[in-house]
T-cell receptor, first 112, second 116 residues
Framework: GNSVTQMEGPVTLSEEAFLTINCTYTATGYPSLFWYVQYPGEGLQLLLKATKADDKGSNKGFEATYRKETTSFHLEKGSVQVSDSAVYFCALMGFGNEKLTFGTGTRLTIIP | GAGVSQSPSNKVTEKGKDVELRCDPISGHTALYWYRQSLGQGLEFLIYFQGNSAPDKSGLPSDRFSAERTGGSVSTLTIQRTQQEDSAVYLC??????????????FGPGTRLLVL
């Protein structure tokens, strides 16, 4: 079946540091890949997505590239801010399978 | 409405009681999903509706759990004879999903269920 393995947290960084949160997946065929974010006290929001190999999703300074050869979709940001503190979830949706399969989530805390 | 709404936002119940959780999807969204977020299990899929039909119920954990959707809009998730392990945040999402496409799912704020 489909699965997502996500970098264990929590992750604590200083403001303006470089961020990488690793995500790898197992799926048959060509899934779509997503990063969702959950800010404190709020619901899940889509951060970015990619639907085919070599696609790059980007939003709010975050980027992730769909790498089929390494089955990865790592989340990166060049300079994090305190407002980026949240829980980040990597997820996939398989072809012909409409449900999302999520990773365990990574709690990110940015210190001023 | 502007987004997916869920009610109640919080629910405390006693073990053995039945509960109903409601989801109002984004207007015009054909697909509706229920997920559960718990400390031990992370985010798990429960059930998916396309219109009023549920082609995928594979995530429902037991026959105490059921869901329905009426008029292609509102959905209700019912948990009968609640157990303490049912305590979790129940999330609803909706999308413009058509079979074979993979559209973005938009999530509601969730219902936090606590079973005492």
């Amino acid at each position: 079946g489909n699965s997502v393995t996500q970098m264990e947290g929590p992750v604590t960084l200083s403001e303006e540091a470089f961020l990488t949160i690793n995500c790898t997946y197992t799926a048959t065929g060509y899934p779509s890949l997503f990063w969702y974010v959950q800010y404190p006290g709020e619901g899940l929001q889509l951060l970015l997505k990619a639907t085919k190999a070599d696609d790059k999703g980007s939003n709010k300074g975050f980027e992730a590239t769909y790498r089929k050869e390494t089955t990865s979709f790592h989340l990166e940001k060049g300079s994090v801010q305190v407002s980026d503190s949240a829980v980040y979830f990597c997820a996939l949706m398989g072809f012909g399978n409409e449900k999302l399969t999520f990773g365990t989530g990574t709690r990110l805390t940015i210190i001023p | 409405g502007a987004g997916v709404s869920q009610s109640p936002s919080n629910k405390v119940t006693e073990k053995g009681k039945d509960v109903e959780l409601r989801c109002d999807p984004i207007s015009g969204h054909t697909a509706l999903y229920w997920y559960r977020q718990s400390l031990g299990q992370g985010l798990e899929f429960l059930i998916y509706f396309q219109g009023n039909s549920a082609p995928d119920k594979s995530g429902l954990p037991s026959d105490r759990f059921s869901a329905e959707r009426t008029g292609g809009s509102v959905s209700t998730l019912t948990i009968q004879r609640t157990q303490q392990e049912d305590s979790a945040v129940y999330l609803c999402a909706s999308s413009f999903q058509s079979p074979g496409t993979r559209e973005t799912q938009y999530f509601g704020p969730g219902t936090r269920l606590l079973v005492l």
